[in-house]
């Protein structure tokens, strides 16, 4: 299929005005500043090359404004996606916008995905994520926790046995940097990685693509850690 394009997008949706309305009505960032998060959105899209393959089951983790599932349901994919959808949340009226209904769902370390989605995926995806870098309580605080290897794994796995169909199934991720959290922050450069401590950083090397913030790990590697 031929590349969509942010005005293409932006044209679907009811146009820029609507969209930056809707995000102004709602206080969200990123349906004000809609072009540049579609454009971004997009370039993850091709970048994956979800407009040149057959039809593939993709779960969003924390879609935030929701145009990257919406994307995917425009090249034929078949989207399911999750945030942290609390009680008035700003991003429910852009859902609405966009035709989407994401799950009301944030992941926690050491805890199960099993019992959040009824079906496995192709591919898993989480852009910008706070997975691995930041830890919510009930209620949500800003509470900061970079993850360790133990839990990686464990996030990992448990996606592995519930949420990924076969061998070559993948997960696809770019993450906030954990060296720019406490303690990392404050460490010398040589004791940290981009994920945290260093052993962590030696932990994903061989998953970590040309920015080194971002990790692609099919299900075959991920059952052989």
């Known amino acids: 299929m031929e590349k969509l394009t942010v005005q293409d997008i932006i044209r679907q949706v009811g146009g820029i005005e609507l969209i930056n309305n809707t995000g102004i009505a709602s206080n969200n960032k990123y349906m004000i500043h809609a072009e540049d998060c579609i454009k971004e959105q997009l370039d993850w899209a091709h970048t994956l090359k979800l407009n040149q393959s057959l039809p593939l089951d993709i779960l969003e983790i924390g879609t935030g404004a929701g145009f990257f599932p919406y994307i995917c349901r425009e090249y034929g994919h078949n989207v399911d996606s999750c945030d942290d959808r609390y009680p008035g949340s700003w991003w429910n009226d852009g859902y609405q916008l966009l035709n989407l209904d994401p799950k009301n769902y944030f992941v926690y370390k050491n805890t199960s995905v099993g019992n959040a989605f009824d079906q496995k995926f192709d591919m898993i995806?989480?852009?910008?994520?706070?997975?691995?870098?930041?830890?919510?309580?009930?209620?949500?605080?800003?509470?900061?926790?970079?993850?360790?290897i133990d839990e990686w794994k464990f996030f990992f796995k448990d996606c592995s046995k519930h949420l990924l169909k076969s061998n070559n199934s993948f997960m696809y991720f770019s993450c906030n940097k954990g060296c720019n959290l406490p303690p990392y922050v404050n460490m010398n450069p040589d004791e940290v990685s981009i994920w945290g401590s260093k052993k962590l950083g030696e932990f994903f090397l061989p998953f970590q693509q040309d920015q080194h913030n971002i990790f692609s790990i099919t299900k075959e590697q991920i059952d052989n850690l």
């Open 125 to 148: 995806v989480s852009f910008r994520s706070t997975i691995g870098t930041q830890t919510y309580v009930d209620p949500p605080d800003t509470g900061i926790d970079v993850w360790n």
